[in-house]
């Protein structure tokens, strides 16, 4: 039986609880469905520590035939300098601080790299790209309303165009309309270098962006981890990102 490639994973992190007088350790854990798809796709998926050890995430680059990092809490506007007031409770400063240098390391080493959500979003900041930090703002194409983007995990709630011929369209089996779940009220902005964008939910939101001159380097707004089981496109993708781990 041929190995299964190796997919890191990047940890969720929970701050710690409080019970009686002690405080127990913040946790660090990945999703049970994020697991599963990359086990269904063909990989083997490993957690990572989260660490601002830099020689620790060389150390996990160079072992990893690919990396997956997951959504969460919104990405700090103070990484790409905007200095405005913003909900601290909305953050993840751990997170940050772990996936920054992690993204651009696997980016460096040119391994497969697939990202969900908030992973799509750091992944444009770490190239030098912005977030728009509120989707409501953005409106819609005219003669459209925009869909319902937060709140909607298990199914889909709305089409996506991804661009004919681009790397996403490719992984998803070759598919330029797709339906997708949706559970974001940040999304892409100003594109960070090398980024591409090559979908948009049909309200005009973008949805998913690729970095050129990569071998596998794809993020997509939505959560393909909650709905791979029943949207085969979505299957597609992890199948698609395991393959070139494989190959990594």
Not at 123 to 147: F, H, I, K, Y
Request: charged share 20%; with cysteine; net charge negative.
């Amino acid at each position: 039986m041929a190995r299964r490639p190796v997919v890191l994973v990047a940890p969720r992190w929970e701050a710690p609880v409080v019970e009686g007088s002690e405080t127990i350790a913040p946790q660090e854990a990945i999703a049970d469905c994020f697991v599963d798809a990359i086990i269904a796709a063909g990989g083997l998926p490993l957690m990572m520590a989260l660490t601002e050890d830099e020689d620790v995430i060389a150390d996990y680059v160079a072992q990893a035939d690919g990396v997956a990092v997951p959504g969460g809490p919104d990405v700090s506007p103070a990484l790409w300098g905007d200095e405005r007031p913003y909900d601290p409770a909305l953050l993840c400063p751990q997170r940050d601080a772990f996936e920054l240098p992690l993204l651009r390391a696997v980016i460096a080493a040119d391994k497969p790299l697939l990202t969900t959500c908030r992973g799509t979003q750091l992944l444009n900041v770490a190239l030098g790209g912005t977030l728009c930090m509120d989707v409501p703002s953005l409106g819609a194409r005219e003669g459209m309303v925009q869909w319902r983007h937060t709140g909607v995990l298990t199914d889909v709630c709305h089409p996506v165009e991804v661009e004919e011929g681009s790397l996403l369209s490719r992984a998803l089996g070759g598919e330029t309309l797709v339906q997708a779940n949706s559970a974001h009220h940040c999304c892409v902005d100003r594109l960070g270098e090398g980024v591409r964008l090559v979908a948009r939910a049909t309200d005009g939101v973008p949805e998913g962006i690729e970095v050129t001159g990569r071998r596998f380097c794809v993020g997509v707004q939505w959560h393909p981890e909650y709905t791979w089981r029943k949207v085969g496109t979505d299957l597609a993708l992890w199948k698609s990102f395991v393959d070139a781990c494989r190959f990594a």
